[in-house]
């Protein structure tokens, strides 16, 4: 069985770009969920997403936006990137949404903002 | 308060011995709790679910969960340098809430 399987590995873009990363959850799972992970923030949610809906969303700005597709694949987006926004962006994948089974995470995306 | 803290470390503990990991929660609708480690450089990954109060044991870990008091924990038995990783403890923001991280505590198993 396949894992979650994020693209790309590696980023490194220039402050005011915008970037766009791309998430497939396990087959079969419905929620994907977003999260930003820093040394010194640690993991902080971002958004989830559940049948193309976004039902849950953290505390970031509204540069941070993303969306689900119909086979459950989901993208983030980031825009006028700034320097703070180098870190490692994890996507999550569940059956259900709110996160009651746990999450499998993919690989991760690491984004440089330089 | 943090709605979920656990204590940075580092923990060090010598190999075969009990390393124990520390989580409280502000939630008190909180319903799952999960642990994760992850080493350096790599993702988080799921080790194990706790929802009732008690023990809950697989392998060398045990995870016990006392509700009353927000409070769930982690138990490495005969702990190995393998071992030596990053704990984070995960909470649910309600039924159909999102995981909440604590910030994680690092491990470091000497042999």
């Known amino acids: 069985k396949a894992g979650v399987t994020q693209t790309p590995r590696y980023l490194i873009k220039t402050r005011g770009q915008q970037v766009t990363l791309s998430c497939s959850p396990i087959?079969?799972?419905?929620?994907v969920s977003w999260y930003q992970q820093t040394p010194g923030q640690g993991l902080q949610f971002l958004f989830e997403?559940?049948?193309?809906?976004?039902?849950n969303k953290g505390n970031f700005p509204g540069r941070f936006s993303g969306r689900q597709f119909s086979n459950s694949r989901s993208e983030m987006n980031v825009s006028t990137l700034e320097l703070g926004d180098s870190a490692l962006y994890l996507c999550?994948?569940?059956?259900?949404?709110?996160?009651?089974?746990?999450?499998?995470f993919g690989s991760g995306t690491r984004l440089t903002v330089v | 308060q943090k709605e979920v803290e656990q204590n940075s470390g580092p923990l060090s503990v010598p190999e075969g011995a009990i390393a124990s990991l520390n989580c409280t929660y502000s939630d008190r609708g909180s319903q799952s709790f999960f642990w994760y480690r992850q080493y350096s450089g790599k993702s988080p990954e799921l080790i194990m679910s706790?929802?009732?109060?008690g023990d809950k044991e697989d392998g060398r870990f045990t995870a016990q969960l006392n509700k009353a008091s927000q409070y769930v924990s982690l138990l490495i038995r005969d702990s190995q340098p393998s071992d030596s990783a990053t704990y984070l403890c995960a909470v649910n923001r309600g039924s159909q809430g999102n995981l909440i991280f604590g910030k994680g505590t690092k491990l470091s198993v000497k042999p």
């Open positions: 087959s079969g799972h419905r929620s």
């Open positions: 999550a994948s569940s059956p259900d949404i709110g996160g009651n089974y746990g999450y499998t």
């Open positions: 997403y559940f049948s193309e809906t976004q039902r």
């Open positions: 706790i929802y009732s109060n």
